[in-house]
């Protein structure tokens, strides 16, 4: 399987990083260079096979259900490039 | 007095112990010793006040027969690890100057047990890369000299481009590379697809990939979260045992971690290995695999035969699946994990003319290439219409994968020998043109244990004819790390300790 231009140009925007157009057939030849090497997936036979979901069978523990962290708006928000009153700020959103 | 920085970390510690020198001394030399190796760019901050307050606060405690198992030990962390109060960026543009406000699990374990931060280490952008040439700080070099160069090749080298230089390896390339050169006595490091063990091969140290569960990721910049696991870079099987007893452990923190006492490792070393039995499995024969490479390896078989092991050759079919399964699993992932750098809580912040437009300036001028190339490949097999065909495939090999090594240990064995990358350390910028599969090739042999989620010990065999060490890699049972130090041991007290003479 490969991927054109167009889905090139869809991927990068579900990911959110803005790729401009020059860009575009570099990242296209690599993303098929790597679709192409996994591609011999393929050849095994799952059939039958779970997928993996925990790579040690262990059951998630359950913890209390208390409040055991909050109150430090300030740390939240320390690394923010932008802040006001312990809020982050971005563009408006909602007209 | 001799030259600190070159004692292993058991060495220092019967040196602090007997009072031999202080700890702030120790910390000293090695501070010395990193402004002087500044051109390797194995640091990408360093921390010398905080070193010596450390040091001054352990040699205290020593006085006062307090101390901790790693007591005035100077480390140096990865930069993937958060430290608080000091600038975390997992060497990428997209973290800036972020100064986290808590400390991860794993060091704060180390600072617990005694041990001094020297700084932060480089690494490749997001622990993405096999040749710490992906860092936003830029390449590491390998202290080891290239086949045949003389210092004074090198020292040219260094000052200028640094191309033929050796890397020391990825994603801990500024780990490996300290250890190597003497800039810390262990050092902290991560291995999502074999980011302990190639950077520990490439330059003759030693370093352990433990069981998944067994350190906690908790404040660790994440990657691939079921791969992810943080092990030691150290000079000795010894020193690597006692930096990963302080290391390992359950915490609550981290819903993988696993609730089980963790043993004193290096009660491990020096225990027979007589009557265990090692697994050579024939399928990392590889398609053109170099000569020294199958040589080292026959003679790791011949030491751990000589010390009582019993050698067989097994099977593990699904072996040539792992790395192309690997490449769908870590970027899906990835691609999940680094949806949370969008310029507005911490880090890079690049305005855009709306919030999507914020979010994908912030994110294309924050990641490197090859985190970018990975997002976009994670987004595309996961999204609708390609998740059953790649990811959901993909998890089914890793179940098979792992499978392929829970039958060869169910048919009695005790831990299995490959090589631990498919050749020696390259140069820097020899890979710039390959394309991307090129690079992610030498993590053929690491990448199947974690899939497997298994440890795995990387440590120096030999050298090849140029000199350059070569490294094989010992795959334990789901948390028997221990047997893999005791195996590793008996390696290394054969082949011996493979050093860099200091050239830069």
Same mark, same amino acid.
């Given at each position: 399987m490969s991927v054109d231009a167009a889905t090139v140009r869809r991927i990068a925007r579900l990911s959110r990083i803005a790729l401009p157009e020059q860009d575009v057939p570099v990242?296209?030849?690599e993303i098929n260079a790597i679709l192409g090497f996994v591609e011999q997936l393929g050849e095994v036979n799952v059939d039958g096979v779970e997928p993996m979901t925990s790579v040690t069978p262990m059951a998630l523990k359950m913890r209390d259900d208390v409040v055991t962290d909050g109150e430090k708006a300030g740390k939240v928000t320390a690394n923010a490039p932008q802040s006001e009153d312990h809020y982050f700020l971005v563009p408006k959103v909602v007209e | 007095m001799t030259d600190l920085t070159q004692l292993t970390l058991t060495e220092a510690r019967k040196g602090l112990a007997g009072k031999q020198f202080t700890a702030v001394e120790l910390a000293e030399a090695h501070l010395v010793a990193i402004e002087a190796a500044r051109a390797l760019n194995a640091y990408v901050l360093e921390?010398?006040? !905080?070193?010596?307050? &450390?040091?001054?606060?352990?040699?205290?405690?020593?006085?006062?027969?307090? =101390?901790?198992?790693?007591?005035? *030990?100077? *480390?140096?962390?990865?930069?993937?690890?958060a430290t608080e109060g000091v600038r975390t960026t997992a060497s990428s543009r997209i973290l800036g100057n972020f100064v986290p406000t808590y400390e991860?699990?794993?060091?704060? !374990?180390?600072? @617990?047990?005694?041990?001094? &931060?020297?700084?932060?280490?480089?690494?490749?952008?997001?622990?993405m890369g096999s040749s710490n040439e992906t860092s936003a700080f830029g390449p590491v070099v390998n202290p080891i000299l290239p086949a045949n160069w003389s210092a004074e090749k090198a020292r040219a080298a260094l000052a200028g481009d640094k191309k033929g230089l050796l890397v020391p390896g990825g994603s801990s390339g500024?780990?490996?590379?300290?250890? $190597? $050169?003497?800039? /810390?006595?262990?050092?902290? $490091?991560?291995?999502?697809? +074999?980011?302990?063990? !190639?950077?520990? =091969?490439?330059?003759?140290?030693?370093?352990?990939?433990?069981?998944?569960g067994r350190c906690s990721r908790w404040g660790i910049v994440a990657f691939a979260s079921s791969l992810d696991q943080a +092990?030691? *870079?150290?000079?000795?099987? @010894?020193? /690597?045992?006692?930096? &990963?007893?302080? &290391?390992?452990?359950h915490d609550p923190k981290d819903s993988t971690s696993v609730d089980r006492p963790v043993p004193d490792f290096e009660a491990a070393i020096g225990r027979s290995v007589a009557g265990k039995t090692i697994g050579i499995p024939k399928e990392y024969r590889v398609e053109g695999m170099p000569a020294e490479i199958e040589a080292l390896w026959k003679k790791g078989a011949d030491m751990l035969r000589a010390a009582g092991a019993r050698i067989v050759d097994v099977s593990l079919p699904h072996t040539k699946y792992a790395l192309p399964a690997y490449y769908i699993v870590a970027p899906a992932e990835a691609s999940s994990n680094l949806a949370r750098y969008d310029g507005v809580r911490y880090g890079l912040r690049v305005p855009g003319k709306d919030i999507t437009d914020l979010y994908e300036q912030t994110r294309a001028q924050g990641f490197g290439r090859e985190v970018k190339r990975r997002i976009m490949i994670g987004t595309y097999v996961l999204s609708a219409g390609y998740y059953d065909a790649y990811y959901l495939r993909a998890q089914k090999i890793r179940t098979l994968i792992k499978k392929d090594f829970e039958d060869v240990y169910a048919s009695g064995v005790d831990a299995i020998l490959t090589p631990a990358t498919p050749s020696a350390a390259f140069g820097i910028a020899e890979m710039a043109d390959a394309d991307p599969v090129q690079m992610y090739l030498n993590d053929i042999f690491t990448v199947t244990v974690n899939m497997a989620g298994l440890p795995g010990l990387a440590l120096p065999g030999g050298t090849d004819a140029a000199g350059l060490p070569l490294g094989l890699q010992l795959i334990g049972r789901p948390f028997d790390e221990e047997t893999l130090f005791s195996l590793g041991a008996v390696i290394e007290e054969q082949a011996g300790r493979v050093t860099a003479a200091r050239w830069w």
């Open positions: 990242m296209q030849a | 921390t010398p006040d !905080q070193a010596l307050a &450390m040091a001054k606060a352990a040699d205290a405690r020593l006085a006062r027969g307090e =101390a901790g198992r790693l007591e005035g *030990i100077p *480390i140096g962390v990865k930069d993937l690890f991860s699990t794993v060091t704060s !374990q180390l600072w @617990r047990d005694g041990a001094v &931060m020297l700084g932060k280490l480089n690494n490749d952008e997001f622990a500024g780990s490996s590379a300290a250890v $190597a $050169a003497h800039l /810390c006595l262990g050092a902290t $490091a991560t291995d999502t697809g +074999g980011s302990i063990r !190639q950077p520990a =091969a490439f330059t003759g140290t030693v370093g352990i990939k433990p069981t998944y +092990g030691p *870079i150290a000079k000795t099987v @010894r020193d /690597c045992a006692a930096l &990963m007893t302080s &290391m390992a452990g």
